[in-house]
């Protein structure tokens, strides 16, 4: 069974940081490419950044480039979500998701179960 565990979410202060995580089991960690997707209050979900399966090649949304990275540990099937400078509108539930190919897809197939983000001071 995929099992998709993000932690590291929590109240940080607008120029703040924080780095998600998401430990991931069930399947083989390096067969997939992985993405982080958010949702806001209210809105609907929004896809935030990719990764290749050996992390080769990143993907991030226009809106976060140069304040997000996205990275993986292969060796620790996890997945990570450094921010910077976060602002007010990066509050959200930020979502880990595995996509059904070794490449970028964005095609997901499986979700975790969510860590909530809050910026604010």
């Known amino acids: 069974e995929v099992q998709l565990v993000e932690s590291g979410g929590g109240l940080v202060q607008p120029g703040g940081s924080l780095r998600l995580s998401c430990a991931a089991s069930g399947f083989t960690f390096d067969d997939y490419a992985m993405s982080w997707v958010r949702q806001a209050p209210g809105k609907g979900l929004e896809w935030v950044s990719?990764?290749?399966?050996?992390?080769?090649?990143?993907?991030?949304a226009e809106s976060m480039k140069g304040r997000f990275?996205?990275?993986?540990?292969?060796?620790?099937?996890?997945?990570?979500?450094?921010?910077?400078?976060?602002?007010?509108?990066d509050t959200a539930v930020y979502y880990c998701a595995k996509d059904s190919s070794s490449r970028a897809t964005m095609v997901f197939d499986s979700w975790g179960q969510g860590t909530q983000v809050t910026v604010s001071s």
């Open 69 to 89: 990275t996205i990275s993986r540990d292969n060796a620790k099937n996890t997945l990570y979500l450094q921010m910077n400078s976060l602002k007010s509108e």
């Open 50 to 60: 990719a990764i290749s399966w050996d992390g080769g090649r990143t993907y991030c």
